[in-house]
């Protein structure tokens, strides 16, 4: 199945731009953003990079999501003590983060705490200690991460099912990696793998809050003016590839995640997708709510959601429930998806826009999110998006387009199950497959 929609109109990114943060390049390819939010006595900055877990290969899984761990060992002069000491000291704090396609490096401090920050986060950046004594205890650390996430049903289940969905690719393996490939880094091939990862040209440096847009160009350009190296390349596209994955264990719920191939980011179908998960179990008068727990009382918790990559994505279901309820629930599930090859009334998908509207602007409001907002455009987009014109793109979705994402969706028919729960509950995975593209399950009629 390709990894693009048959929609061909003008995607979000490449819009008539509004005033906007502008983007500034430095010499070595580092970029710059700044979002002055005025009345703030604080400010957020991130360092951002567009390389994650999904550039790893199988030898060097988890390898992202170590080094992000290491760098905080030591950086730059200092101790891992003396990294949090000297920004918490200041009144600030400091953290991180590693996704599939992306690692972030933060700061939220006062308003003049601008120039510690952006020494700090270059330090971890650039100039981390690899020690080998730190490097094997840290390696302990995320042993003891990956024993508690599989001891989570919650994200255990969301694992299996990405491991279903992306099978044998990087989207389909752990951020954290196993023991065994964590195991094969050393201090030379983490800092290696430190330079690849972290090369300028996919270096964001993002401020926002009460921040000068002359002071950040004048300290990025002495904190990240001089790094060099060059980046990984794109990884390979994904591939959906479905399946089902039912772990028998000894809870006293299943826990179900029901995912289905679908668009990525820089789709023009994107903001479709993202109405359409809306629609379907965003809130709760969804439609996935208001029948499975509502009407029918088959679970407590329910819920869908669109996950995107830069080439791909996908339309996920999460839902808790009793074991004898999961082929029920499964059953309702794909009937509620099978509803919407029906256009949606004028007054849900309206409700729906607003809701969507409302999460991404409320989402932004604290100067982090903008920082880290505007970081992530500028890696998909070369530059950033006024939020008048994300709300345009989502008001001219139509029901007609969400009919048509969702008929291509089936299309496929193919879908990634997880079910992780008694043994009652396991029947779910092959009743949700059966009922959505069964034989007679859906007639398709072809609208395009």
Known sequence: MSARSPRR???????????????????????????????????????????GARFEDAERSGWSHLLEHMVFKGAGGRSARGIVEVIEAEGGNINAATGYERTSYQVR?????????????????????????????????????????ADA????????AQEAAFEGQALGRPILGTTESIGRASPDTLSEWRAA???PETLVVSAAGAVDEDELLRLAERDFGQAEGASLPPPEPASFTGGERPVAKKLEQANIVLLLPAVGVLDPDYFTLRLLAEILGGGMASRLFQEAREKRGLAYAIDAYSETYADTGVLGVFAGCAATDA????????????????????????????????????????????AEQAAGQVLLFGRTLHPDIVAREVDSVTADDIARLVEWILRSRKSAVAVLGPKPALRAAPVFEASLFGLGAVAFTPTY
Do not use: W
């Open 197 to 199: 990862l972290y090369g």
């Open 9 to 51: 109109k003008k995607a979000a990114g490449v819009s008539p731009a509004a005033e906007t943060p502008r983007v500034h390049t430095l010499a070595n390819g580092v970029r710059v953003v700044c979002d002055p939010i005025p009345g703030l006595q604080t400010v957020a900055l991130s360092v951002v990079s567009g390389r």
């Open 327 to 370: 082929e029920e629930l499964a059953r309702v599930t794909a009937g509620e998806i099978i509803e919407l090859l029906k256009p949606v009334p004028e007054a849900e998908l309206a409700r729906a826009k607003a809701q969507l509207k409302g999460s991404m602007f409320m989402g932004r409001e604290g100067a982090l999110a903008r």
């Open 109 to 149: 401090a006062l308003k003049h705490g601008l120039d510690l920050g952006s020494r700090v986060l270059s330090d971890l950046v650039l100039r981390p200690h690899m020690e080998e004594d730190d490097l094997r205890r840290e390696k302990q650390v995320v042993a003891q991460e990956i024993a508690e996430a």
């Open 153 to 160: 049903p919650d994200d255990l289940v969301f694992e299996l």
